[in-house]
């Protein structure tokens, strides 16, 4: 069989919004590789520790390969026939309103532009929603409050030119790493800049912090209503820009006025001394970029938080210029992409109004639809509701996972386990959400799909597929133009390639635009398919030639470049709004009077304030990060952060397991003790689900509470409780095969190279260890190695077939000791000798096998034991244990970890 010839596409990362360029190279023999796009303006190479390790992700191994109606394999003929009739038989019988969409910030933007089409101009109701509403949608609302429009004003340039930069709500060390590295790196340079926090948690983001602001719960509104009434008392207004370009100052200067630095104080948790601090340095600091992320949006007062924010740079005028300016940073690849095509209940296509009957009239007469919808649609916590209460009776999900990510997502389960038809497009045969699914459509995953996304600086990039389609699988945009066909609307969906839909898409933006709208790609109106093929990433706006010179944007020093040139140093990059024309009918932007109130929310059953989010290795609901055993090294389990005094109180040691609970459920995860955690807090991550934990569903925990003006739920601030949960035996196992079954009160379970590694609780443990382990490993009649000291409640048990490890269980009365790396390693090794099966057994490596520890670089598999050598042999910079030992060198997400090494060691030497 001769061998193809090697190969090298350029495409983009599928995980966060900085929206970084990938090299995806395939060699002769197809293996793929991948590294950062060094001329791709978002990351100029560099790539984080889940960009890197993409490779290890498109296995098709629990793929969805064919069509599926209640679990038995069809046609795709027949599959699509199902959802066509079912749909329009729903509508006949019930009218538009009772079927819904709920989509994606992984689609691509083609996929989501047809769904939005389909939905709101053909099914003619705006019940189309996204996961979108639980990232960005506050900031959505806050936009166009103030702006008029949704725009992000500022590039990500703005962050390197910055003297001063305040992350709010924002750990972009783990959550936006390269956009963290681009920040550390300008500030080499230029030592002068700083940097302030504002988070409630000490994260890893605080290593180059100059100012923690440990806020609290839902302060922020608070500390930015006082943050403008202190600008005005210190006479730190930009009067001329205010004048010019703004409305309602004067009763939002009023509203920031009701309480002075005490009460702010009271109302944020920080002492007036570090008020007067920040405040006086934002005052001073006129390149001042304030980067604010979920910590701002996920909350019940998440669109006034944004626009408290907004305010005080409308105030002094630092917006669109060089290096000033507020800034969203998107959590999803595709989340602009999604705004971009109305693909919210409550947008039009081309970011055109809803509720504006000229721009309904306007999309309608482009589509040439038959209906319009009328009226905002159902958003996400509401549509579930409606599928709790029967109102939606069809239901498709799109590359999203809901019984995971909404919140109160045991709710959320009921309602669709109990709609009368669900259909779900997903690459993975299971989910939590897929396996309640009527029909299941196998849609094809990043590295096979093509098409565009945009990132949180508005570039759009291609994502271009080096794979071929595994089996059945179908590209989510034909699946909907299939639907769509068979419901009779055969005409408006003739789409035979993405790049047809794109450039309808980029047609409707420049549709009766004239510098009216913001988004305006009409440039790229006539792609074909050959253009798309070669489309370099480009920033919008990117209006026809016609409309170019009544564009109001900076361009820098260019005045008129062309949509699709760029340069390596990214100067060609477009802000917004220096010189106002804002989307506003006066083109003025408007301040938003806000009055800072503070929520109570704990009780005395419940006196704990639930934060949740992401970490560093893991993404959303881990249906692509927990393919990589790279990725699941770092942190293997689920687990709650809980400061030291709170863990005393309540009776928490250090990796107990702890139940925590609020009145709609209760997770068992790992305990944390840090000191990173505020007082009175908790903090969980949301990424476990039931394929990857006995009871880790963190979301089963969180309130459908939303905020009143974007919809989007309140996901870090919750009262909840923690107790011990009494293990009276704990295990670790590594195996060859997933198991299958694990009857264990407590377990999570990872990827790790060779196989899988399994952390395990159990409240009772008179248990046959022996025969327990059998199922676990998958084994029947493997040779076992075992040892058992029943008084010490110590057992270990190894099963080999042939001269392979199938697995291998430690239990013991405490957490177990075992180092999980070197018990990993041994699945992958031979082991022929009685000695090396003894080894095992006794769970210890030799002296000739040292253990590197619990992972730190992801990238380079380099352990906290290797790095403390390394300190120990006289490296004492980050710099130098990456010259050692290549740990940080990359995406370095881990620099801040390897520092806290560092600095520990030296406390523990100097004592």
Known sequence: MKAMAPFQVKTACPYCGVGCGVLAKVAADGQVSVRGDPDHPANFGRLCSKGSALAETIGLDG????????????????????????????????????????????????DYYLANKLMKGFVGSANIDTNSRLCMASSVAGHRRAFGSDTVPGSYEDLELADL??????NLAWCHPVLYQRI????????????????PRRTMTSDIADMHLAIAPDGDVALFTGLLAWLGQHNALD???????????????????????AGIAAATGLSEDELGRFY?????????????????????????????????????????????????????????????????????????EIENSEHRERVQRFWKAPAIAGKPGLKAVEMFKAVADGRIKALWIMATNPVDSMPDAGAVEAAIKACPFVVVSDVLAETDTVRHAHVRLPATAWGEKDGTVTNSERRISRQRAFLPAPGEARPDWWIIAEVARRMGFEEAFAHETPAEVFAEHAALSGFENDGERDFDIG????????????????????????????????????????????TPTGHRSTRF???????????????????????????????????????????????????????????????????????????????DIARVSTPRGEVLVRALVTTRQRPGSLFAPMHWTDQFAARGRLDTLTASLADPVSGQPALKHVAARIEKFTARAFGFAVTRKRPATMAADYWALARCRGGWRVELAFADDDVDWTAFAGPLFGTAD????????????????????????????????????????????????????????????????????????????????????????????????????GATLKAGTNCGSCRSEIRAIILANRVQAAE
Request: with cysteine; proline share 5%; hydrophobic share 40%.
């Open 239 to 261: 009067r001329a820009y205010i004048t010019a370009h703004t409305t309602g100052f004067g009763q939002a200067l009023f509203a920031a006025s009701a309480l002075d630095l």
């Open 63 to 110: 793929r969805l390969l064919d069509p599926q109606i209640h679990g038995r394999g069809s046609s795709w003929d027949e599959a699509l026939d199902l959802v066509a009739s079912t749909f329009s038989q729903t509508i006949a019988e019930h009218g538009p309103d009772a079927v819904a969409f709920y989509v994606s910030g992984q689609l691509l933007t083609e």
């Open 184 to 199: 550390a790196a300008a500030r080499e340079k230029r030592p002068e800049m700083k940097v302030v926090l504002v988070d």
């Open 577 to 655: 709004f220096a010189n106002g024309n804002f989307y506003t009918p006066d083109r003025k932007a408007r301040f938003v009077a806000l009055r800072p109130t503070v929520e109570t929310r704990i009780t005395s059953d419940f006196p704990l304030v639930l934060n949740t989010g992401r970490i560093r290795d893991h993404w959303h609901t881990m249906t692509r990060t927990g393919k990589s055993p790279r990725l699941s090294q770092h942190i293997a389990e689920p687990f709650v952060e809980i400061h030291p005094v709170d863990a005393q109180r309540h009776g928490i040691g250090d990796a």
């Open 523 to 566: 440039a790229y109106a006539g792609v074909d398919g050959e253009d798309y093929d070669a489309l370099a990433p480009f920033q919008w706006p990117a209006p026809s030639p016609g409309v170019q010179a009544r564009l109001h944007v900076d361009r820098g020093a260019h005045t008129e470049p062309r949509p699709e040139e760029i």
């Open 165 to 170: 930069i305040v992350l709010v709500g924002s």
């Open 280 to 352: 006086s340095l934002f005052a001073r600091t006129q390149k001042t970029v304030t980067v604010y992320s979920q910590g701002v949006n996920q909350s019940s007062q998440g669109t006034d938080k944004v626009n408290a924010i907004i305010n005080c740079h409308l105030a002094t005028g630092r917006i669109g210029k060089p290096g000033a300016g507020p800034f969203s940073v998107t959590g999803q690849p595709n989340a602009m992409g999604g705004r971009e095509v109305g693909g919210m209940a409550n947008m039009l296509a081309a970011h055109m």
């Open 782 to 881: 493997a040779e076992v190695l075992a040892y058992h000291d029943r008084e010490a409640g110590q057992h270990r048990i190894a099963a080999f077939e042939g001269e392979h490890l199938a697995g291998a269980l430690f239990i013991a009365p405490g957490p177990v000791a075992v180092s999980r790396g070197w018990a990993a390693e041994r699945l992958g090794e031979i082991h022929a000798s009685q000695h090396q099966r003894f080894r095992i057994v006794a769970g210890r490596a030799g002296a000739e096998r040292p253990d590197a520890g619990a992972t730190v670089c992801s990238c380079f598999n380099v352990g906290v034991n290797q790095i403390t050598a390394a300190v120990s042999a006289g490296c004492t910079t980050v710099d130098a244990i």
